[in-house]
């Protein structure tokens, strides 16, 4: 007995609603957080000896950092990834620009089941 060409072997995912437009504000803000601590407050640091922006800029990365992170778990429950899936774009949160890329694809993947279930 064949299987339909439509079934997708992915498991079916409840309704997003706006927790993906959530996460894609969270996963940009945590880019440009990151991106500002690694190539400003950094060199500022090291490069000129100027330590106040690096604490001030790794603060407020690591609050925007914890709020992905929520935002990736609620969404991750939501489409139902497998957890290896959530743990790498939650990790993309750690790396300058990844941020961005995981956002784009999280989108696209998002977007294609929404449209193939009804």
């Known amino acids: 007995m064949s299987v339909p060409a ?3 072997k992915q498991t079916p995912m409840k309704p997003v609603g706006p927790r993906l437009v959530i996460y894609r504000i969270a996963a940009w803000v ?7 601590l690694t190539f400003v407050a950094l060199p500022l640091k090291y490069i000129w000896d ?6 001030v800029i790794g603060i407020i990365h690591g609050y925007l950092y914890m709020i992905y992170i929520v935002c990736t778990l609620v969404l991750a429950e939501r489409v139902r990834w497998r957890p290896v899936t959530a743990l790498l774009i939650l ?3 750690t790396i300058p620009v990844a941020s961005f890329v995981a956002e784009r694809k999280v989108t696209r993947e998002v ?3 929404e449209a193939a279930a009804g």
């Open 91 to 93: 990790l993309a949160g």
């Open 111 to 113: 977007r294609e089941r």
């Open 6 to 8: 439509e079934t997708s």
């Open 30 to 36: 945590t880019g440009v957080g990151l991106l500002a």
């Open 50 to 55: 100027v330590p106040g922006p690096t604490t």
